[in-house]
């Protein structure tokens, strides 16, 4: 069990899984930027928290749930959860559907399904229930892409979950290595990869040869 000081924001899961860089940067460093993907991304969050809760029917919709673990050791905010009841009272919860905004359109990676993971074992775990599925909402093309918790999902959440600590607990920010997704990154300015990446490279081949000379 954790206690409240120690508990990981279900942010930094996605952060990791696109980059453990990107990701010390922001939990480690406090260093953050905007750009036009993290700024629509903030507009649609705020839109989608705007009404706190509402009911149709049977359905309660809550927008911006707070969540947290303390077994698993996070903490967060749910954009929307479905609490679906037997009758239009209230009464016998049937089903508890969490909902994740993404400004986008659904991606090759899993760190959207990994942090919509993340959010379902809190719920799980604060109303003493089993959640079998969620959605991810792609604002881009207006669907649902309905994620289901199965076992390997929520091994592999438990398990960046636990990379994620250690890399917060050893407060070492990675080296930067560049890629295709670097120019995706509002920190591409802040963690300038190219020159960094380039720099480990001279640093790698320079301590190659001198190693070579003292045979």
Same mark, same amino acid.
């Given at each position: 069990?954790?206690?409240?000081?120690?508990?990981?924001?279900?942010?930094?899961?996605?952060?990791?899984?696109?980059?453990?860089?990107?990701?010390?940067?922001?939990?480690?460093?406090?260093?953050?930027?905007?750009?036009?993907?993290?700024?629509?991304?903030? &507009?649609?969050?705020?839109?989608?928290?705007?009404?706190?809760?509402?009911?149709?029917?049977?359905?309660?919709?809550?927008?911006?749930?707070?969540?947290?673990?303390?077994?698993?050791?996070?903490?967060?905010?749910?954009?929307?959860?479905?609490?679906?009841?037997?009758?239009?009272?209230?009464?016998?919860? =049937?089903?508890?559907?969490?909902?994740?905004?993404?400004?986008?359109?659904?991606?090759?990676?899993?760190?959207?399904?990994?942090?919509?993971?993340?959010?379902?074992?809190?719920?799980?775990?604060?109303?003493?229930?089993?959640?079998?599925?969620?959605?991810?909402?792609?604002?881009?093309?207006?669907?649902?892409?309905?994620?289901?918790?199965?076992?390997?999902?929520?091994?592999?959440?438990?398990?960046?979950?636990?990379?994620?600590?250690?890399?917060?607990?050893?407060?070492?920010?990675?080296?930067?290595?560049?890629?295709?997704?670097?120019?995706?990154?509002?920190?591409?300015?802040?963690?300038?990869?190219? =020159?960094?990446?380039?720099? &480990?490279?001279?640093?790698?081949?320079?301590?190659?040869?001198?190693?070579?000379?003292? &045979?």
């Amino acid at each position: 069990m954790y206690d409240e000081e120690n508990l990981i924001l279900i942010s930094a899961i996605q952060h990791y899984r696109f980059c453990p860089r990107q990701c010390a940067l922001i939990h480690i460093e406090n260093i953050w930027q905007e750009n036009q993907y993290t700024a629509e991304g903030l &507009l649609l969050h705020r839109k989608a928290h705007s009404i706190q809760k509402e009911s149709r029917h049977n359905v309660v919709f809550q927008y911006g749930l707070p969540v947290r673990s303390l077994e698993i050791g996070i903490i967060g905010k749910c954009d929307l959860v479905e609490f679906r009841y037997r009758d239009i009272n209230n009464h016998n919860l =049937i089903n508890t559907i969490p909902i994740e905004y993404k400004r986008g359109k659904p991606k090759r990676d899993d760190y959207d399904a990994l942090q919509l993971c993340a959010q379902s074992l809190c719920l799980e775990e604060m109303l003493n229930i089993a959640i079998h599925y969620g959605y991810l909402f792609y604002n881009k093309i207006r669907k649902r892409l309905k994620i289901y918790f199965n076992d390997n999902i929520r091994k592999q959440t438990i398990k960046i979950i636990s990379e994620v600590r250690t890399l917060l607990d050893t407060k070492v920010v990675p080296k930067a290595i560049y890629s295709s997704i670097c120019k995706r990154c509002s920190l591409y300015d802040q963690c300038k990869p190219e =020159i960094f990446s380039k720099q &480990l490279k001279t640093d790698n081949y320079l301590k190659k040869n001198i190693e070579l000379l003292k &045979l």
